[in-house]
């Protein structure tokens, strides 16, 4: 069973017609941004095959993200290795979710959100959903967003910091972006307060 329409319906119910699917990528790496998405589909025009991005294959989610953008309204917001140095990887998370929803062509009524948290300075309407990206049809496509944008970003990054595998592993902490860490160095991309990093410092 995959993601459905169930809590959008709820809120449609209620009267609630505009509904925005976030998720993030990126917050268990050592380096690179972390992505939000806000996505609020076209209920008349929904890809087949959506699902939580880390159920599809790279190729399946370069499909999807391309039907994605074709007819939904996508919203995609990013905050900095330094903000996430500076403020925790929580926050710097809700503060790209809420840049993602801010660059919507419409402010959505209601906001679905992946996780138990609601964003504390979030001002419209929303729900946490734990694993909403399985769950809820928006959020899957937010999480195919956000997923495919972040792993770009560390592609070219890994072009300009090669041997890294950041191109493979996106800056999670491998064996081998260990060991590249310990023998090449911490870059400007690495994130200072996670702690394999801040060891090496």
């Given at each position: 069973m995959?993601?459905?329409?169930e809590f959008e319906d709820r809120l449609r119910l209620s009267g609630i017609h505009r509904i925005a699917g976030v998720d993030?990528?990126?917050?268990g790496p050592l380096a690179?941004?972390?992505v939000a998405a806000a996505v609020v589909l076209d209920?008349?025009?929904v890809p087949e095959g959506l699902n939580d991005s880390k159920a599809l294959t790279a190729k399946k989610r370069t499909e999807l993200l391309e039907l994605i953008?074709?007819?939904a309204d996508v919203g995609v917001g990013l905050a900095s290795v330094e903000e996430i140095d500076e403020i925790n990887i929580l926050r710097a998370s809700h503060l790209a979710m809420n840049r993602a929803i801010a660059k919507l062509d419409i402010a959505p009524d209601h906001v679905l959100i992946d996780g138990n948290l609601v964003p504390r300075d979030m001002?419209?309407?929303?729900?946490p959903i734990v694993k909403g990206d399985s769950l809820s049809l928006s959020i899957a496509a937010a999480s195919i967003v956000a997923k495919t944008r972040r792993d770009a970003i560390m592609w070219d990054l890994a072009q300009q910091y090669?041997?890294?595998g950041w191109e493979r592993n996106q800056g999670?902490?491998?064996k081998c972006h260990k060991e590249a860490l310990r023998n090449l160095g911490v870059t400007p991309h690495h994130r200072r307060s996670f702690k394999p990093v801040h060891n090496i410092l």
């Open positions: 995959g993601p459905s329409f993030e990528a990126g917050r690179g941004p972390v209920r008349a025009i953008l074709a007819d001002t419209l309407p929303a729900s090669p041997g890294y999670y902490p491998t």
